[in-house]
Structures are given as structure tokens and as C-alpha cells.
């Protein structure tokens, strides 16, 4: 069971990341629309292909960092809402506490060690 001060610096180590990660979203989806006429080829003046092959390469490299930052935020609202309805720190499988470790070193876990090892092994 997690003691209210260490359930709070928790809390707060999700807000922060919360809004980093708003931030991030927000830098990919401003680079996007910036960049949607070199990836579509659609600029005043004619590229080498190449240039055009790396513009995309970046905006697919983006467009997966952007779902990589989204999955994390919706992982992290979910840890909040755990929070809100006390039963932050117990594995979503199998009903175990988390170990402390494991949430300091990944506060938005909803799975303990042992179910996420059986979760990758699949």
C-alpha cells in the first residue's frame, strides 16, 4: 500500500510527464502541417527525389513518435484516473500490488512485474 506522501509524488510525476507529453504532441502535430507540402511534393519549386524520399522518411519517423507520445499520454490519464479511484498500484490483471520500484521507475504502470513479462512473452 502506498503512503499518501509517495502517492502524491507520484501523482505529480504523472502531471509533470502529462504535460510534457501535451507539449510534444503539439510540437508533432505543428511540424506536420508545416512539412505536408514537402512530403506531398506539393512545394512552389521542384525536389530531387531523394529530398522528397527523406521528407517523407522524417514525417512517417514523426507520425510514429507522435502515436508513440499519444499512447503514452492515454497511459498516463489512465494512471491518474487509477489515482482519482484509489486503486492506483495494483496490477489490472491479476489484482497484486505493484512494487514501489517499479512505479517510480514507470509511475503510469497498471501491470506488476510478473504480468508484464507473461504480456511480452506473447
Request: glycine fraction near 6%; proline fraction near 1%; aromatic fraction near 4%.
Amino acid at each position: 500500500m502506498l503512503d499518501a506522501r509517495t502517492l502524491g509524488l507520484l501523482r505529480d510525476a504523472l502531471r509533470n510527464e502529462r504535460e510534457r507529453l501535451i507539449v510534444e504532441i503539439g510540437e508533432y502535430e505543428r511540424e506536420a502541417k508545416e512539412t505536408l507540402s514537402d512530403v506531398s511534393g506539393e512545394n512552389n519549386y521542384r525536389d530531387h527525389m531523394a529530398d522528397q524520399g527523406s521528407a517523407t522518411f522524417a514525417r512517417e519517423l514523426d507520425m510514429t513518435l507522435e502515436g508513440n507520445a499519444k499512447e503514452a499520454l492515454e497511459a498516463v490519464d489512465a494512471a491518474l484516473a487509477r489515482i482519482e479511484f484509489g486503486d492506483y498500484g495494483t496490477c489490472v490483471r491479476c489484482g497484486e500490488q505493484i512494487r514501489l520500484e517499479r512505479l517510480e521507475a514507470v509511475p503510469a504502470a497498471d501491470l506488476c512485474i510478473s504480468c508484464k513479462e507473461w504480456e511480452e512473452s506473447r
